[in-house]
């Protein structure tokens, strides 16, 4: 659990810093970088809307991993779900999701996607255009499951899958941020954190 914890430190600090040279170099003078970033507070009602949406994407999730290929990476021995499958629901166990949830995969993701990349796009393209675009970077992403070790061979069914559910996750999210929260990413966090909470240990005993 502290390596978990050190490692999602890493990784935030790593995102942190991209985002805080971006600032340094192209809007300091413009913006303080908290501002700049997202990271402030959002309204409850944000939060609400957030909370409502994973509720909604955690089943999607679940369902895309499901699907043939898929189900068997998810479930590898170095996966969060194929630990919860050798360890059971312990309480080290649920910190250990709760840690990678919302810290290592949400957290890291969040500042980078929604906190630099959603923000610069929309800024610069409008709304529509750049949140598009975003959703589109974040949802290619996960097609590099395809590369990783222990990943399924590539088909065109389970890439539709991922850039679907990527795609309008990745949308929605940033739509939340910009359109509910004045630009915070704290909605986000939340959506994308406890979407990957409830799907972690779900995937381990379906």
């Given at each position: ?6 490692n ?27 501002k ?16 409502i ?10 369902a ?32 250990i ?21 959603a ?20 949802a ?17 069914v ?49």
């Amino acid at each position: 659990m502290i390596q978990e914890l050190m490692n999602a430190g890493i990784q935030i600090a790593l995102a942190l810093l991209v985002v805080f040279l971006v600032w340094l170099i192209f809007a300091r003078k413009s913006s303080g970088f908290l501002k700049f970033a997202g990271l402030y507070g959002a309204p409850v009602k944000a939060m609400g809307i957030a909370l409502i949406a994973a509720l909604i994407f955690a089943p999607l999730t679940i369902a895309m991993f499901m699907l043939p290929g898929l189900a068997d990476a998810a479930a590898g021995p170095d996966t969060v779900t194929g630990r919860v499958q050798a360890l059971g629901m312990t309480p080290e166990t649920i910190a250990i999701i709760l840690i990678i949830a919302f810290l290592k995969t949400s957290g890291s993701e969040e500042i980078l996607f929604r906190g630099l990349i959603a923000k610069r796009l929309i800024a610069w393209l409008g709304f529509g255009v750049g949140n598009t675009i975003h959703a589109l970077i974040f949802a290619s992403i996960h097609l590099l499951i395809f590369v990783a070790p222990g990943g399924p061979a590539f088909d065109p069914v389970l890439a539709a899958a991922l850039i679907g559910v990527g795609f309008t996750g990745g949308w929605v999210m940033a739509w939340i941020n910009e359109k509910r929260a004045d630009g915070s990413i704290a909605p986000s966090w939340l959506m994308h954190g406890l979407t990957n909470a409830i799907a972690y240990p779900a995937l381990a005993f379906l």
